[in-house]
């Protein structure tokens, strides 16, 4: 009989879970943030579309968390190589935010308060790949990770998952955001180990 470590049958997880290449698997939960956590109080937190044309359509907390929600749980990776599996979040589809917008874009730049930005195609933020979440773990979303609401799009690498979103610009030309413009991917394809502009 061949001898095979415990570890390896071990745990469940094993069975649904890999790692990317190139990754570890980490239990904690890192903060990463390019600067100061903007204090955004709910009461003043707005989320705002707006197309190629122009148009804009802006929800504020109330009106946020009047819409239908999802609860997924994803793995969550990091380009600075750790990965974290099964992260519970609550949060409401990108489908529903966009569903009344009309828009012939291809490309997106997510806006945050504190004014990072990061760069998605729109074709990635829909059909049930990302939402704008608020509740991680079933508590509210902690400021240091996001709060009071941050986009989640776990199958790019998690930077593209901007922290204190405030907003989607809809764009017919790729704009870069901030880490796509000194040297990160466009895409960021944890699977195919895209990190860096030419992976
Ligand atoms: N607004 C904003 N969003 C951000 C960042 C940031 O610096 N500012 N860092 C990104 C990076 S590099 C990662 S890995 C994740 C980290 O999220 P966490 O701090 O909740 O782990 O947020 C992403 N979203
Ligand atoms: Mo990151």
């Given at each position: 009989m061949p001898i095979v470590s415990r570890g390896f049958h071990g745990r469940a997880r094993d069975a649904r879970h890999k790692l990317p290449p190139g990754q570890y698997e980490t239990a904690d939960f890192p903060v990463l943030s390019a600067g100061p956590t903007p204090a955004v109080e709910p009461d003043e937190w707005e989320f705002t579309v707006r197309t190629e044309e122009g148009a804009q359509h802006t929800w504020n907390w109330a009106q946020f968390m009047a819409l239908p929600s999802d609860t997924p749980t994803v793995d969550l990776h990091c380009v600075t190589k750790w990965s974290k599996f099964d992260t519970e979040w609550q949060g409401v589809s990108l489908d529903v935010l966009l569903e009344d917008v009309e828009t012939s874009a291809e490309y997106t730049l997510v806006h945050s308060y504190g004014d990072y930005t990061t760069n998605v195609p729109l074709e990635d933020l829909l059909d049930g790949k990302a939402w704008i979440a608020y509740r991680h773990d079933g508590e509210e979303l902690d400021p240091e990770h996001g709060g009071p609401a941050r986009l989640l799009v776990?199958?790019?690498?998690?930077?593209?998952?901007?922290?204190?979103v405030r907003g989607i610009q809809l764009l017919d030309v790729e704009e870069r955001g901030f880490w796509e413009t000194i040297g990160y991917h466009d895409y960021g394809d944890p699977w195919r180990e895209q990190r860096y502009q030419g992976d």
């Open positions: 776990p199958h790019l690498y998690f930077w593209k998952s901007a922290k204190w």
